[in-house]
């Protein structure tokens, strides 16, 4: 008989060292903003070795408040790849800016770095590409194709007057702990926008936090900007006006509302503190995967998380139905949720959805984010999973493949 014990797809993995850590939150009478935040941006700094950390209400409004202190805005392009999660683009259209989507390259859930140089005009201010499923992007080809289009870089405010070429601000919003030819997420790209939402590696239920790295700019200076941007541009928060008699503020502009706070931080500070082996255990997961699903005798193609010259973090497992349809993709999710296990896709590319529609966006120019989409299926990936879970997990793909293939299905 067919186990049917459901296997979720990614439950938060929540400790009583987290419950701990919120309840001291709770009972200290710092709630919002306060010490728990700044001394999370000061771990994240450390585990990161980024230079400096900013965190938010999520990884969509450190992007958002990036393009702004850039001075992104209405008359701007900003590229991103046309195979992500809205978010890495919809930042683009909440600035005013006009997105422009780059392809993925053939087999690739990565942008075509030599396309991009083609993409780029005088208008480029930015380009956001993304690591997909935790495994960093090749910065190296990145940087490359950017320097291919140096030439046409009109840099249009002060901060982007830092940067000799199109600015790089990485949607890693799956990518905390990956590493990349020795370089761990956060210090690869100039900027980079991190996700703490409730399915990431690391919670704080919603939350996100920019990283980035010292420059021919004023590090505080950007620090305390941010500040401002994600609490209505006041000039104190609450923890400042702490200090005795310190109740004066001023309102330097009409900012946003998307800060962090304490009780958010503390669920962070435990993950962080839990972090490197939760870590170890998805690479032990990732690698049990690996094998059960070679042994299944089926054509997949398995994103690979670790190899030489780099380290993903694990967050996603992405496996490719070759030469199956949309179709044959979506018969095996079924087969798969009755035998008890809840899969996903990542990701319905932006050109199929209604909002990129609208704006222009034809799927036919993305052939190959297209194809990447029609037969990909994301297996349960997590660290509440057991090594028996994994196996039924790919003794259940391997049914549910032979079942469909058995009625004729492709």
């Not at 700044?38 to 400096?52: Q, V």
């Not at 761990?184 to 239920?205: E, R």
């Not at 505080?220 to 006041?234: E, K, P, R, T």
């Not at 995967?289 to 780099?310: C, K, P, Q």
Request: proline share 4%; glycine share 6%.
């Amino acid at each position: 008989m067919t186990d049917k014990r459901r296997i979720s797809f990614s439950p938060p993995d929540i400790t009583q060292a987290e419950i701990d850590e919120v309840v001291d939150s709770l009972k200290s009478g710092w709630i919002t903003t306060g010490p728990k935040t700044k001394r999370f941006e000061r771990e994240l700094e450390a585990f990161t070795t980024s230079d400096r950390v900013a965190t938010f209400s999520s990884a969509t409004a450190a992007l958002e408040c990036a393009l702004r202190a850039l001075g992104v805005g209405p008359g701007d392009e900003v590229i991103t790849s046309a195979y992500t999660y809205t978010a890495s683009c919809s930042v683009i259209c909440h600035v005013g800016a006009t997105p422009v989507l780059c392809d993925t390259a053939r087999g690739s859930y990565e942008m075509d770095y030599d396309a991009l140089p083609s993409l780029v005009t005088e208008r480029t201010r930015a380009v956001i590409p993304v690591d997909v499923a935790g495994r960093m992007v090749d910065y190296d080809r990145l940087y490359a194709a950017l320097d291919r289009a140096r030439d046409l870089w009109r840099p249009a405010s002060d901060l982007q007057s830092a940067f000799d070429r199109v600015v790089v601000l990485a949607d890693a919003a799956h990518s905390l702990g990956a590493v990349r030819c020795g370089m761990p997420s956060g210090t690869a790209a100039d900027f980079t926008a991190f996700s703490f939402h409730a399915v990431k590696n690391l919670t704080t239920a919603e939350g996100g936090a920019l990283a980035w790295r010292a420059g021919a700019f004023d590090s505080d200076a950007l620090y305390d900007q941010l500040m401002l941007m994600s609490l209505h541009g006041q000039t104190k928060d609450a923890l400042s006006k702490t200090r005795a008699g310190a109740w004066e503020y001023d309102i330097a502009f009409p900012g946003w509302k998307c800060n962090m706070t304490d009780v958010q931080a503390a669920l962070g500070l435990a993950q962080l503190h839990r972090y490197p082996e939760l870590l170890a255990r998805r690479r032990v997961l990732v690698e049990r995967y690996e094998h059960a699903l070679e042994s299944l005798g089926i054509e997949l193609d398995v994103l690979r998380h670790y190899g030489e010259g780099f380290a993903s973090s694990g967050h996603l497992m992405l496996v490719r139905l070759l030469d199956k349809s949309r179709a044959f993709r979506d018969g095996l999710i079924e087969r798969m949720a009755e035998d008890g296990i809840a899969t996903n896709v990542h990701y319905k590319p932006l050109p199929l959805l209604s909002a990129y529609r609208d704006l222009g966006f034809c799927i036919e120019d993305f052939p190959n984010a297209l194809a990447q989409f029609e037969n990909e299926i994301t297996l349960p990936l997590h660290t509440l999973l057991s090594d028996d879970d994994v196996d039924r997990v790919a003794a259940s793909l391997g049914r549910a493949y032979a079942a469909l293939e058995a009625k004729g299905a492709s």
